[in-house]
DNA sequence: TCTGGGGTCCTAGGACCC
DNA sequence: TCTGGGGTCCTAGGACCC
């Protein structure tokens, strides 16, 4: 059996964890820049918030409803999710970390156990331990386990956030329940196809046949449907290094100069240098790309890319910055007002394969100088050490009037209790 | 004025090999 | 009138996830 664990509203509950005078009240949470909403409680459903909604567009509703909004305070949400992860790896030697608030835990040779009972116990102790609210859903295959774990969310009162598809009657009933859209797989394009032959639920796309699925939804379909049917064909990853690595950001304001925008680049370069150190990576090829704001329809809009072949594989930040800025140079073009840009760093390899070339290599001074920065960087806190490249002077700032304190990752940021 | 930021996998088709 | 039969690798595009 697998047991999926979803916490309920991740961010928004996050926020209330340490402002419980917010329980009951709608919270949501925004994206960068305070742009859109990316989380919400329910609440803040409940009042007509939908996922993704443009924050400047929903003032009138937030202030009507006396919604609490955030500014994503993602040092808290990562922190916190760090510490569910910890809680629920004490219940399953083999748990995989799905994303940042949902993990599988492999419940083999649980025979024995009530897995009822067990469910309930994870519940309860991640809530107690942490404040976070979460569901729990347990079945033979991972994609039933997460129409358990639907199905615990969506009936809170009677099945106290915790579900498990244990017999053949039980799945059925599930899976004629849960629309197709809203099966684990399933998206738009698929949904429109599907529902245009009348196959409205997870259990009609069960009795599709495989042809037709493996015509119009390719191996993944099949293996879905399998997986659906019982069968456990969806298998638990292994935790494994990326394949490929983005730091792109849209800006608070629009860029003309390529100075400013220079500078923005450098910085995300360096940023996926990091990241590469982190996994023990290289990347063989990166990506630049800018455009301007697409929404603005009285502005003349212009996007590009390039890719850029490195001529060797590193994860230098003076190396990568210096392509970061290569390529920009080569796709700039003058006269334009630039809202977002990001490099993406591609074909990723491990430090430790990497082949020598006769011609050129990474400067290997670099190696021993990118550990001292990572030190001192970890030690004193993130870009204490810039390369001059980047904006030293920082003059930009993050729209982020509603940020929350970083209640458990800043010495200065705890709760202080009066006494 | 204001509209996020990451990732993965699969397939078809073209270019190339013998 | 008729024009072989295998392969591999790469890329772009499309789908999906949180």
Redesign the pocket.
């Known amino acids: 059996m697998f047991a999926l664990v979803?916490c309920n509203n991740?961010y928004a509950s996050c926020e209330r964890v340490f402002r419980p005078d917010l329980n009951g009240r709608p919270v949501v949470v925004?994206?960068?820049?305070?742009?859109?909403v990316?989380a919400r409680s329910n609440e803040a459903k409940a009042a007509g918030v939908p996922?993704?909604a443009?924050?400047?567009?929903y003032?009138e509703l937030f202030k009507k409803n006396n919604v609490k909004v955030f500014s994503a305070n993602f040092a808290l949400y990562g922190d916190m999710s760090h510490r569910v992860m910890s809680i629920l790896s004490t219940f399953s030697p083999d748990i995989e970390i799905?994303?940042?608030?949902?993990a599988f835990l492999k419940l083999d040779g649980f025979g024995h156990f009530n897995l009822n009972d067990y469910a309930k116990d994870i519940r309860y102790k991640v809530t107690k331990w942490t404040g976070i609210p979460i569901s729990v859903g347990i079945a033979p295959t991972k994609s039933l386990a997460?129409v358990a774990n639907r199905i615990a969310k969506k009936f809170p009162v009677q099945t106290a956030n915790t579900y498990i598809i244990d017999s053949d009657e039980k799945r059925i009933k599930a899976l004629k329940w849960l629309s197709i859209e809203d099966?684990?797989?399933?998206?738009?394009?698929?949904?429109?196809?599907l529902k245009a032959l009348n196959v409205n639920t997870a259990y009609d796309f069960t009795q599709m046949p495989d042809s037709w699925i493996?015509?119009h939804?390719?191996?993944?379909g099949l293996?879905l449907k399998r997986d659906l049917l019982g069968f456990p064909t969806l298998d638990f990853?292994e935790i494994?290094?990326?394949?490929?690595?983005?730091?792109?950001?849209?800006?608070?304001?629009?860029y003309t100069e390529y100075d400013d925008l220079c500078e923005r680049v450098s910085s995300?370069a360096v940023?996926c240098a990091e990241?590469l150190r982190k996994q023990q990576s290289c990347c063989n090829t990166m990506m630049v790309f800018i455009h301007t704001?697409g929404?603005?329809q009285d502005l003349p809009q212009y996007s590009r890319n390039i890719?850029l072949?490195l001529p060797f594989p590193t994860n230098s930040a003076i190396e990568l910055s210096k392509f970061a800025k290569e390529g920009l140079f080569r796709i700039f073009k003058k006269g334009f007002a630039y809202?977002?840009a990001?490099i993406?760093v591609m074909d990723l390899i491990q430090e430790k394969s990497i082949q020598m070339n006769i011609f050129e290599n990474s400067n290997v001074k670099h190696i021993p100088l990118m550990k001292a920065v990572d030190h001192i960087n970890t030690r004193m806190g993130q870009q204490k050490v810039k390369l001059a490249s980047q904006d030293i002077k920082r003059m930009w700032k993050m729209?982020q009037e509603k940020l929350s304190p970083r209640y458990s990752t800043n010495i200065n940021d705890i709760i202080i209790i009066s006494s």
């Open positions: 979803d991740f925004l994206s960068n820049n305070d742009g859109c990316i996922m993704g443009p924050a400047f567009e003032e799905y994303s940042i608030d949902e997460k099966v684990w797989g399933i998206g738009r394009q698929h949904t429109k196809r493996q015509k939804l390719s191996v993944v293996r990853e494994q290094p990326k394949k490929n690595i983005a730091t792109t950001r849209s800006f608070e304001k629009l995300f940023s990241k704001n929404y603005r890719i072949k809202k977002k990001g993406i729209r």
